[in-house]
């Protein structure tokens, strides 16, 4: 079965600095990777997804993450982070062939001014 | 277009009642799934639903749940004898496509279920 980690509960990074939400995984398979964001009082919403190709993937906001077969990662990464990007974020996994999707944790990211 | 609706937005209820959570997923989108985010936890799946195939109900945590989705759109969500331990936030969320899909899910807003 699918898992995955987010070893980081809580993230804190000053505005205009470089951000990265960790994530890794375990699947059987080929993964499917995705992220998610959560902010306050509002539904979860897609980031960015991974199927193939590209091991950089770009998504919404000016987030990125990179897939990393060897070290079965996918972290999140932003060059400049805004404090709107304060919120929760869930990285998630599914194996092909797999109804169901494995989130994470999630990884609380707050972003001074 | 509009997105992914779920009624209550909140619900309080005794310990030992019966609730019914209900989820209107997006015009079109054949699959939807139930999830269960706990404080401090991340998104629990709960229950698969794709087009008129039997839903996949392996994530129920127990009997007590129940699911069904009727004409292949709105979704209930089941909850007898509620227990403290129920208390938790479910989401709702559909997508184009299931099994083996490449397509992301669509989340609605969640019930906010407290068991007092």
């Known amino acids: 079965a699918q898992s995955v980690a987010q070893p980081e509960d809580q993230v804190n990074v000053a505005e205009g600095n470089p951000l990265t939400v960790k994530c890794t995984y375990s699947v059987s398979g080929n993964p499917y990777l995705f992220w998610y964001v959560q902010y306050p009082n509002r539904g979860l919403q897609f980031l960015l997804k991974y199927i193939t190709g590209d091991n950089l993937v770009k998504g919404s906001y000016g987030f990125e993450a990179e897939f990393n077969k060897s070290q079965t990662s996918f972290h999140l990464k932003k060059p400049s982070a805004l404090v709107s990007d304060s919120a929760l974020y869930f990285c998630?996994?599914?194996?092909?062939?797999?109804?169901?999707?494995?989130f994470g944790a999630g990884t609380r990211l707050t972003v001074k001014p | 277009g509009a997105g992914v609706s779920q009624s209550p937005s909140n619900k309080v209820t005794e310990k030992g009642k019966d609730v019914e959570l209900r989820c209107d997923p997006i015009?079109?989108?054949?699959?939807l799934y139930w999830y269960r985010q706990s404080l401090g936890q991340g998104l629990e799946f709960l229950i698969y639903?794709?087009?008129?195939?039997?839903?996949?109900k392996s994530g129920l945590p127990s009997d007590r749940f129940s699911a069904e989705r009727t004409g292949g759109s709105v979704s209930t969500l089941t909850i007898q004898r509620t227990q403290q331990e129920d208390s938790a936030v479910y989401l709702c969320?559909?997508?184009?496509?299931?099994?083996?899909?490449?397509?992301?899910?669509?989340f609605g807003p969640g019930t906010r279920l407290t068991v007092t």
């Open positions: 015009s079109g989108h054949t699959a």
């Open positions: 998630a996994v599914r194996d092909y062939g797999n109804n169901d999707m494995r």
């Open positions: 639903f794709q087009g008129n195939s039997a839903p996949d």
């Open positions: 969320a559909s997508s184009l496509a299931g099994q083996g899909t490449l397509y992301e899910q669509y």
